[in-house]
């Protein structure tokens, strides 16, 4: 007869005193039953992850010598046909020389005049610069206050005196 293994001689001297002798049966069927399970779905797990590795593995090599489609639609889809007709003569614009007045001027009729901002270049003139510019006219200079004077210019085709101003205009 073989020898008991350690563990059965354990088990049977815990449960020998306190327990009925079919418990022992039944805890050790039941005991067996688990390992039995665990062990099953370790081998179910590990069957899993080697399916899900291979068809990962699979669908890379497969996607890898698979040709490159670029264009996927058909020619004649891509290209757009455009027609045209001639514009009808009633939208054509036309213009011929004549119909615009031209003005020319020369340069002995035409002063240049050159502005700046306020600030710069201002200065007051005295009498006799302001009667400078009506050289060989008869003029006047009226004034209404200290710091208000009025330069007259007298055509003497009319004899009546105008203001400076207004014959500018």
Do not use: C
């Not at 563990?7 to 418990?23: K, T, Y």
């Not at 899900?52 to 891509?78: C, D, H, M, Q, Y």
Request: avoid cysteine; aromatic fraction near 6%.
């Amino acid at each position: 007869m073989k020898p008991e293994p350690d563990a059965d001689r354990l088990l049977a001297d815990v449960l020998e005193e306190s327990a009925p002798p079919d418990f022992r049966d039944a805890l050790l069927d039941r005991t067996l039953k688990q390992v039995r399970r665990r062990r099953h779905l370790r081998q179910w797990n590990r069957g899993l992850l080697a399916a899900a590795l291979i068809s990962t593995v699979g669908f890379f090599v497969w996607k890898s010598r698979a040709p490159k489609v670029t264009n996927l639609g058909a020619p004649g889809e891509a290209l757009e046909i455009v027609t045209s007709q001639p514009l009808s003569p009633a939208m054509i614009v036309e213009s011929s020389p004549g119909m615009v007045r031209m003005i020319s001027s020369s340069l002995s009729t035409v002063a240049i005049i050159e502005t700046s901002p306020f600030g710069d270049g201002y200065r007051e003139l005295n009498d006799e610069e302001l009667f400078a510019f009506t050289a060989g006219k008869p003029s006047v200079l009226v004034r209404h206050g200290p710091h208000q004077a009025e330069l007259l210019i007298v055509d003497p085709t009319v004899e009546v005196v105008s203001p400076a101003d207004k014959l500018t205009q």
